[in-house]
């Protein structure tokens, strides 16, 4: 994906928390893995077998993979895969960018041979893992059925929602209704991390995007999951079906690389720094009583900028986590016109911002506000405290 301005930075996120967990898709294209043109349904049940694959060295491979194929143990039949994350990723960057924002990215499942499918993702370096399901035949045939009836072309395609409805959360409702409900049963506590904390684990390569993820993408990933809405991610779903069903995962071929990390630092302490770096220059002014308005339109830039970001996606998008963000009370497009105002009207201006940043503290601390706002809450304090008071006699100014 490339494009620039300011929309590729909240589209980075965007695509990096939305789109990463469907890791291998980008290089699917294209039939590297092999075509399947017909599958007729075999003259036995199927052995289902879900197939994990690990995390790869690319941002979109970071939360891995998840194919459930169709093993007949027939003579001359090779075992047929199906892959729900497929989109088309050579559209025009413009394009992608406005259409996973606005929510409505097309993916569709595709039909692949098993071996193809395990020479790619070996060629990837990825782990992949295999758990043969111990179904009854009838309950094999429910989910052969539903496979099939979703590669017709009238089926074939969805709305892409990485939380809701992505190519890992497919498998589980298809395992779930072909079995009669065993993987719902039991998954309606709370799971122990949120959305946004299982997120950071996949971009642990990449702080800066967890910094800028903390006010760009909203509190529908800081709240309470349930264990059934954990299974968007391909690990979880892997480890559940060993709890339901009894089988456990057997590695079929372990990653030879060095392990990609799952933790590091935030960048939120680099946040914070490069905020208050734009705070340095109207300290100045307050000291010496000189170019406030050069400082002020300084100051202005990163602001309006962010919130330009901020609230635009909460108006175009249907995605949640950018629709309702708390940010949207921090950064507000509307500062571009604190440099234009007389010094009087900004102080004014300026001191209803630092009010809001006050209220979003309030409700931040008694629990009401639940996003991890703190860099941006004390750069608000910083700016527009600055700017809302002046010194009657400021010290540096010359005399």
Known sequence: MRSTGAVVVAAAVVTAISVAGDAGVVHAQGGRMGEVTHVPPGETAPVIELFTFG???????????????????????ETVCFNYGVTDFTAAPGDLIWTFIRGQQQFWVEPVPLGGMVHFYRSEDRT????????????????????LVDILPANRNYIYDHFADNCTTRLRDIIDVGTGG??????????????????????????????????????????????????????????????????????????????????????????????????????????????????????????????LIIWTAAIISTIPGLRWNEAVFLYVPFDIVMPFLASARRRQYARVRLGMVVVVSFLCAIGLFIQPLWVPIVIGY????????????PPLRRR
């Not at 790869?56 to 039949?77: D, P, Q, S, V, W």
């Not at 910083?382 to 006699?393: Q, S």
């Open 55 to 77: 995390r790869g060295e690319l941002i979109f491979e970071k939360f891995g993979h998840t194919a459930l194929c169709l093993n007949y143990n027939e003579a001359g039949r």
């Open 128 to 147: 992949i893992w295999r758990q043969a399901l111990p179904l009854p035949p009838g309950q094999a045939r429910a989910i052969e059925h539903k496979l």
């Open 182 to 307: 065993r993987m719902r049963v039991d998954t309606g506590g709370r799971y122990p991390l949120t959305f946004r904390q299982m997120g950071r684990r996949g971009l642990a390569e990449f702080p800066p995007m967890i910094a800028f993820g903390d006010f760009s993408v909203g509190r529908a990933l800081d709240e309470d999951i349930t264990l059934w809405q954990a299974m968007f991610h391909p690990y979880v779903l892997r480890d559940h079906v060993e709890r339901v069903f009894g089988v456990a995962s057997e590695t079929i071929y372990e990653r030879r690389g060095p392990p990609i990390p799952e933790g590091g630092p935030t960048n939120r302490g680099w946040s914070l720094l490069i905020g208050l770096a734009f705070a340095l220059p109207l300290l100045v002014t307050k000291l010496s009583g000189r170019f406030e308005r050069t400082t002020v339109a300084i100051a202005t830039v990163p602001l309006t900028l962010v919130g």
């Open 382 to 393: 910083a700016l527009f405290g600055l700017i809302a008071f002046e010194l009657p006699n």
